[in-house]
């Protein structure tokens, strides 16, 4: 516990008495929350073990619309630190050599909400005398302070629509900081990839291939530790969710520096291509996959959208079919379940400590109920039959209408007071 990166601890807070008895707190062992997937592989006959280890951090954690942005300390909302790992042996574990490469996800670096309220996507908010200049500042520094290196931030939201206010002041605050380790690099996946015409992406690749080559990767050898190298540079990239177009992108990343570290370890010769070798290329994707899914599970409550692509390498219209189950399931439990999900998260990780004498009246409120809103969503139902009784059994188109009418109604007020009918958070408010 005592060389554990306290930001990806996520029993420190509950293990807190036994760790601070000297005798017990060497028993407690840090469990971190994320993802690891590790696959033996073979590649010209040399034999290694390929690694994603994926952990999450316990500052501003929490469920998918409750937790965006940065707080006042300058931590992201659903930062998750991956690292790809290749373990070579080179046939005897006294010859092993590591290398490694790290990559940062992690919510804009900026002031700025998107709570839900009903609607498909409701609409992300900026307060106008919020500081997005210390936010934005605060957080890279930190960035700076732990890793090193140069950082390139990686933006995918839109150029328009809802998304384009925060990915714009994000690039405005950018160019005010002018902060000489700091690259921007922005890239409208869904006006570039639309269509399913997603070869664009190596527009992106273009872009970045230069620095992914530069930053390079970390190295160590037990037989010659003193030729030991080091990652240069990061590359932080988010989307809206930092899940869906995020996968995608971090997947093309490390994929290209994979080629450089079987190149380095004479896996591959140079000018080869993990593409050729189609077993460890459906490997490396499965994986990057599987990732990819544990991840957006935990922060939207289903698998990746897009994930057929980081399987197979192509968009298929099954694909898009599975995206849209799990899109209307993230709405349903984004809308319904998350507040409870949050408040489990901010007990387990003591953002929030319990009172005895300040309890809550009760943490699961069902959404059909008593008071005023439950009344609302309960004649909804009601007007709903009655539509399908008049119309199957009754045939009075005229009651139907009636009844139409009254529905269309209910659903507007449930719609315009949509946050009323939330699941919402109720032991922390951010």
Same mark, same amino acid.
């Given at each position: 516990?005592?060389?554990?990166?306290?930001?990806?601890v996520w029993?420190?807070?509950?293990s807190?008495q036994?760790i601070?008895d000297?005798? /017990?707190?060497k028993?407690?062992?840090?469990?971190?929350?994320?993802?690891?997937?590790?696959?033996?592989?073979?590649?010209?006959?040399?034999?290694?073990?390929?690694?994603i280890?994926?952990?999450?951090s316990?500052?501003?954690?929490?469920?998918?619309?409750f937790m965006r942005?940065?707080n006042?300390?300058g931590?992201s909302?659903?930062?998750?630190?991956?690292?790809q790992?290749v373990?070579f042996?080179?046939g005897?574990p006294e010859n092993?050599?590591?290398?490694s490469?790290?990559q940062i996800?992690? *919510?804009?670096? /900026?002031y700025?909400?998107?709570?839900p309220?009903?609607r498909?996507?409701?609409?992300?908010?900026?307060?106008?005398?919020?500081?997005?200049?210390?936010?934005?500042?605060?957080?890279?520094?930190?960035?700076?302070?732990?890793?090193g290196?140069?950082?390139?931030?990686?933006?995918?939201? &839109?150029?328009k629509?809802?998304?384009?206010?925060?990915?714009?002041?994000?690039?405005?605050?950018?160019?005010?900081?002018?902060?000489?380790?700091?690259?921007?690099?922005?890239?409208?996946?869904?006006?570039e990839?639309h269509a399913?015409?997603?070869?664009?992406?190596?527009?992106?690749q273009?872009?970045?291939?230069?620095?992914?080559?530069t930053f390079?990767?970390?190295? *160590?050898?037990?037989?010659?530790?003193?030729?030991?190298?080091?990652?240069?540079?990061?590359?932080?990239?988010?989307?809206?969710?930092?899940?869906?177009?995020t996968n995608?992108?971090?997947a093309?990343?490390?994929?290209?520096?994979l080629?450089?570290? /079987?190149?380095?370890?004479?896996?591959?010769?140079?000018?080869?291509?993990?593409?050729?070798h189609?077993e460890?290329?459906?490997?490396f994707? &499965?994986?990057w996959?599987?990732?990819?899914?544990?991840?957006?599970k935990?922060?939207a409550?289903?698998?990746?959208?897009?994930?057929?692509?980081?399987?197979?390498?192509?968009?298929?219209?099954?694909?898009?079919?599975?995206?849209?189950?799990?899109?209307?399931?993230?709405?349903?439990?984004n809308? #319904?379940?998350?507040?409870?999900?949050q408040?489990? =998260?901010d007990? #387990?990780?003591?953002?929030f400590r319990?009172?005895?004498?300040?309890?809550p009246?009760?943490l699961?409120q069902?959404?059909?109920?008593?008071? #005023?809103?439950?009344?609302?969503?309960?004649f909804?139902?009601?007007?709903?039959a009655?539509?399908?009784?008049?119309? =199957? =059994?009754?045939?009075n188109y005229?009651?139907?209408?009636?009844?139409?009418?009254?529905?269309?109604?209910?659903?507007? #007020?449930?719609?315009?007071?949509?946050?009323?009918f939330?699941?919402?958070?109720k032991?922390?408010?951010?």
């Amino acid at each position: 516990m005592e060389r554990a990166d306290e930001r990806f601890v996520w029993n420190r807070y509950l293990s807190s008495q036994l760790i601070a008895d000297g005798r /017990l707190g060497k028993y407690v062992l840090p469990i971190m929350h994320g993802f690891v997937g590790i696959r033996r592989a073979a590649v010209n006959g040399s034999t290694f073990q390929l690694a994603i280890i994926s952990r999450r951090s316990v500052h501003r954690a929490g469920v998918r619309f409750f937790m965006r942005g940065v707080n006042s300390d300058g931590h992201s909302a659903n930062y998750v630190e991956t690292e790809q790992i290749v373990q070579f042996d080179r046939g005897s574990p006294e010859n092993r050599t590591l290398t490694s490469f790290v990559q940062i996800r992690g *919510s804009i670096p /900026l002031y700025w909400c998107q709570y839900p309220n009903l609607r498909w996507q409701p609409m992300p908010t900026m307060k106008p005398n919020d500081h997005q200049l210390d936010a934005y500042t605060k957080h890279m520094k930190m960035q700076r302070d732990i890793y090193g290196g140069k950082h390139v931030i990686v933006n995918l939201v &839109n150029q328009k629509g809802r998304e384009k206010r925060i990915g714009g002041e994000l690039e405005r605050i950018i160019v005010q900081a002018n902060l000489d380790y700091v690259r921007y690099n922005g890239f409208d996946f869904h006006k570039e990839c639309h269509a399913m015409n997603w070869d664009r992406l190596s527009v992106l690749q273009d872009q970045l291939t230069h620095e992914i080559g530069t930053f390079g990767f970390f190295f *160590s050898s037990l037989n010659n530790l003193d030729q030991s190298r080091m990652q240069t540079g990061y590359f932080r990239t988010n989307c809206m969710d930092c899940l869906d177009r995020t996968n995608v992108v971090q997947a093309m990343i490390a994929k290209e520096s994979l080629l450089q570290q /079987l190149v380095f370890l004479e896996i591959l010769p140079m000018g080869a291509s993990i593409d050729s070798h189609t077993e460890f290329h459906s490997l490396f994707k &499965n994986l990057w996959a599987d990732n990819g899914d544990e991840c957006s599970k935990q922060y939207a409550g289903t698998g990746a959208l897009k994930a057929d692509f980081t399987r197979i390498g192509k968009r298929t219209y099954g694909g898009a079919m599975n995206d849209g189950v799990n899109a209307l399931t993230r709405y349903f439990k984004n809308n #319904f379940y998350d507040g409870y999900r949050q408040d489990a =998260i901010d007990l #387990f990780l003591g953002n929030f400590r319990v009172d005895s004498n300040k309890l809550p009246d009760g943490l699961e409120q069902s959404i059909i109920n008593f008071d #005023f809103n439950g009344v609302a969503i309960l004649f909804a139902i009601f007007a709903a039959a009655m539509i399908i009784l008049c119309l =199957i =059994i009754a045939e009075n188109y005229t009651v139907s209408l009636f009844w139409l009418v009254v529905l269309a109604l209910l659903m507007s #007020f449930i719609v315009l007071n949509g946050e009323e009918f939330v699941n919402q958070p109720k032991l922390k408010v951010d």
